[in-house]
């Protein structure tokens, strides 16, 4: 079965340091997408990234990068000159196809508090 | 806009109790889901529905139920046979076939047992 292992369950830095958070995943699927989620204090999951197995090149969206390494199965994400709206816990998944249907499911890993002091 | 209504925010259910949380998308999703929050925790699947009339169990279902008659709607039901339903829910849809896109989630209600 697919697992996510998120290591770090909380970091705190000073506002402006550069934060990764780590994401292990296991799975048999060939194919699959990685994904990571914010989670604010408010509780709703915002979408932040998606990456399909097939696309190793990292990504950069403003101050937010995402480094896939399909060769030790682990897609972390960096936020650099953090602030403090970064707060929040954050969620890496994995797809899981389900074995009806033709849909999937989201497997999730433990999630990542992140604080950000001023 | 298009979103996924979850309904109360907030409630509280005594022992012994049933107590049924909304879900309503207006996305024109086929997928529904209803994932379990407690902390510390990731988010754990209790149950899916593909299309209508039809849903599964996922990996924690025992003391929860389903109904999806409408695409729109795919309410849960915590009944008292769930011995620790204090837990954050989370209702998610997505397109059926379409692997690229990530869920789209409510905003989740909390459910306290007093």
């Known amino acids: 079965a697919q697992k996510v292992t998120q290591a770090q369950t909380e970091i705190s830095v000073v506002e402006k340091e550069d934060v990764t958070l780590d994401c292990v995943y296991e799975t048999r699927d060939t194919t699959y997408y990685l994904f990571w989620y914010k989670q604010p204090p408010s509780g709703e999951l915002v979408f932040l990234i998606r990456?399909?197995?097939?696309?190793?090149q990292n990504e950069i969206s403003g101050r937010y990068s995402w480094n896939f390494q399909k060769s030790t199965s682990s897609f972390n994400f960096t936020i650099t000159a953090s602030q403090v709206v970064d707060s929040a816990v954050y969620f890496c998944a994995l797809s899981e196809p389900l074995t009806q249907g033709g849909s999937e499911k989201l497997v999730f890993g433990k999630g990542t508090k992140l604080t950000v002091n001023p | 806009d298009g979103g996924i209504t979850q309904s109360p925010k907030y409630l509280f259910r005594k022992e012994g109790q049933n107590v049924t949380l909304s879900c309503e998308q207006n996305l024109n999703h086929d997928a529904m889901y209803w994932y379990r929050q407690d902390p510390g925790q990731g988010l754990r699947l209790i149950y899916y529905?593909?299309?209508?009339?039809?849903?599964q169990k996922g990996d924690i279902a025992e003391g929860y139920s389903v109904s999806r008659e409408k695409k729109e709607s795919f309410p849960l039901t915590v009944t008292s046979a769930q011995k620790n339903p204090t837990a954050f829910y989370l209702c998610?849809?997505?397109?059926?076939?379409?692997?690229?896109?990530?869920?789209?989630f409510g905003s989740g209600t909390r459910l306290t047992v007093v």
């Open positions: 990456r399909n197995s097939f696309d190793e």
């Open positions: 529905s593909q299309i209508v009339n039809d849903f």
């Open positions: 998610a849809s997505k397109s059926r076939f379409d692997r690229t896109v990530g869920y789209t």
